[in-house]
């Protein structure tokens, strides 16, 4: 009777899709994500701040060779140098970039930190994934949900734009039919939120191995999902050419909203260390300005 039970389980996992994440948010484990930042539990996690501020927020964490993972959350940072602060001290470490990993170390397929796996104390990657809903920008996102669901969705909150395929597009292909290609998606942010923006990436990575893949895989025989979810700030240099741009456009227009706009960005720009941003900054007198 246990045989037959246990070959019962292997066929039916074997057979069916990975269990997919329930589309409602988890008020204890609730991960929200919008062009003005990432909050969990209502907390914000900001970025350029030193990893003591996660750690009140997630709790203890593992330190791995590439970065800081939470592993029963399915979350994960990596750090930066930022000099810019008056600490006494030429640099100190500060948050840099935020994953939330639907995929763990027991799946065979990691894509960034591929190198590393599976060798748990130099991998980023978690040892649970991500279990719950993330709500990216009003859309309800998560596991076992492919490409085309993915877009979909942000498409039903009208506040996201297209998914931008980056790794090797070939020219007459949707990389949105069906579960899309395994890679890389940049959601670009639009909006700066008091002079800050962020990026996000999505990584498309095989979740089953299947006799029927859709045609357009670049993998036969998978069918791919999301992997990992990366939240990022948009580095000084960024934030110094958005400035300058934005600047100029107020000048040309008289506008002294966007005015402000561009001084909160070239200030940020300040804040991240770019000298060449404060170089900007006095020479314009924007103090006065």
Known sequence: MKWILLFFLLNFFDCNEPIRTAMELNQEHKVIITDCGVSYNDEP??????????????????KGELGYV???LGIAATMRRDSSANSGKK????????YLFFQNLQDP??????????????????HSPFRDAVELNGALIGRGMGISEL??????????????YLPDYKRGEDPYEGYGFGGRYALPAKTFCEGRRYSFNIYNAPF????????NSQKPGWQFGIEILQVDEFDANSYLYHGKK???????????ILKQEAKLILQRAIE?????????WNENDLDNK
């Open 91 to 98: 640099f100190i470490l500060v948050t840099n970039k935020l």
């Open 272 to 280: 991240k260390g770019s000298k060449e941003a404060k170089q900007f």
């Open 45 to 62: 996690l900001d970025f350029g701040v030193p990893l003591e501020e996660w750690i009140e927020i997630l709790g203890p964490y593992r």
């Open 109 to 126: 397929h990691p894509m960034e930190f591929k190198l590393h796996y599976p060798y748990p104390e130099t991998s980023i990657y978690p």
């Open 208 to 215: 089953k191995q299947v006799e029927d893949a859709p045609s």
């Open 70 to 72: 939470w592993d029963d």
């Open 151 to 164: 877009q979909n969705r942000l498409d039903e909150g009208r506040t996201s734009g297209k998914l931008k």
């Open 246 to 256: 934005k600047l100029l456009e107020s000048i040309e227009t008289n506008d002294v």
